[in-house]
């Protein structure tokens, strides 16, 4: 599981990375039909596709800077020494750029996406409980799976844990919904952070006997051809890792859900053409707070790296000031890709985005797929032997690729193939896969 912002660093075994992984998120727009199926590729926003897009490129580099790549689990000596200024300056631009954004934006998806389908259930009368509950239940088991199959760093089945709280908001609306997020994402986190509460919640969260030994067994697991021993390995590690941000980790997912659930609630992405002077603002506002609040996290990185310790109350207060610049950095972002979506030259561009954004859950899971094959030792080893800004390159490859395949996927099927298997799991029965053949086709 791998959160991003920062965490508190006498309780974490790694700095905290974003995961980002993930949608891993549930696909927000595909939301239950009045019939309670899944949504047709009419009822889309297209604009959601592409948002998805972008993060889902943020995951996969975020992802293969620390965790594919096995850079946080190696010796710091020899580390230290595969670091050139190249990586210095690439690490501090992905710590600035990307790190946490994807996963905000993910989180927002996530909650938009049960604000439709409350909108959907409400409209015919019926409970949103049990759909809900059923989707997350299928996406826990689909990511407890990730984790024993592929990858420990797996989002799903903490998205899954997090999403049941949406469920006692599912009578809030309007800016209540914000103060509610800004709460949950903001004041758990901080308050676990207090040294003194910090060191009352560490016997209560699970962790290695020896943090320098579990890490050197990880690193041994990754570069090693043993499928049983890594499977152990990331068992452990997903559990020690979220075991110990638990405390503010699941409040804060929740709160970043219900931002979405106020953009769906008051239809504003819906509704862009009506409200281009509100993402105007968003995207001045979001790109100015956001890269100073932004910068806090990559800069205490660099002083760590040159011997300077900061105060302990310093890092607690800068807590606050790192989530809201994610935060609002992720909103211009966003408000980016909404209004040039309104050029023709860059909506024809952001589209080759969007069948990756309609397929998000099998591009998600792909990524640990090739990346695990490109950088362990079952596939070619690449861990701990590339430098860092050399992830840039190989992760638009893989990147490149999958955009090819979700084009010609979808060409020929209605949804990804495990987006296909979340939905049967979730509706209880097989779902049409394949589109209807074409006329010309059938003559």
Known sequence: MVPGGLCVAETNMYPA???????????????????????????????????????????????????????????RDVLLAQTDTADKIFLFLVGLFVN??????????????????????????????????RRLASLALIGVCHVLLLWWGDILWGYAIAG????????????????????????????????????????????????AAFRAAVYAAITGDDRLALAVMH????????????????????????????????????????????????LAWGLAVGLVGSAIHPVRQILMRQGVKLPEWLYVVLLAPAEVGTMSLTAGYAAAVVLLMRRPAWRRAFLILAPVGRMALSTYLGQSLVCTFLFYGWGLGLAGRVHAWWLWPITLCVFGLQILFAHAWLSRFRFGPMEWLWRSMTYGRLQPLRLPARREELA
């Not at 409350?118 to 509950?133: C, D, I, K, N």
């Not at 809030?172 to 003194?196: E, K, N, S, Y």
């Not at 979220?242 to 699941?250: D, T």
């Open 17 to 75: 990375p974003m995961t980002e992984s993930a949608e891993a998120a549930p696909d927000p727009t595909n939301a239950d039909t009045t019939e309670f199926s899944p949504t047709g590729a009419s009822e889309r926003v297209v604009s959601l596709d592409v948002l998805r897009g972008f993060a889902l490129y943020g995951v996969l580099l975020a992802n293969s800077v620390p965790w594919y790549s096995a850079r946080a689990f190696m010796p």
């Open 100 to 133: 946490g954004k994807a996963m905000a934006l993910l989180t927002f998806l996530f909650g938009l996406g049960f604000s439709l389908q409350l909108q959907r259930a409400e409209a015919t009368g019926r409970s949103v409980v049990p759909m809900h509950v």
């Open 164 to 211: 049941l709280g949406l469920l006692f908001f599912r009578r809030v609306r309007g800016w209540r919904l914000v103060a509610w997020g800004l709460f949950l994402a903001l004041v758990p986190m901080c308050v676990t952070a207090i040294p003194v509460v910090s060191a009352a919640l560490r016997p209560l969260t699970p962790a290695p006997p020896d943090h």
């Open 235 to 282: 068992a452990k590690h997903a559990l020690y890792f979220v075991g110990n941000l638990a405390p503010w980790y699941f409040p804060w997912l929740l709160g970043r859900y219900l931002f979405g659930a106020w953009a769906g609630t008051t239809r504003i992405v819906h509704e862009a053409e009506a409200r281009l002077p509100f993402f105007r603002k968003l």
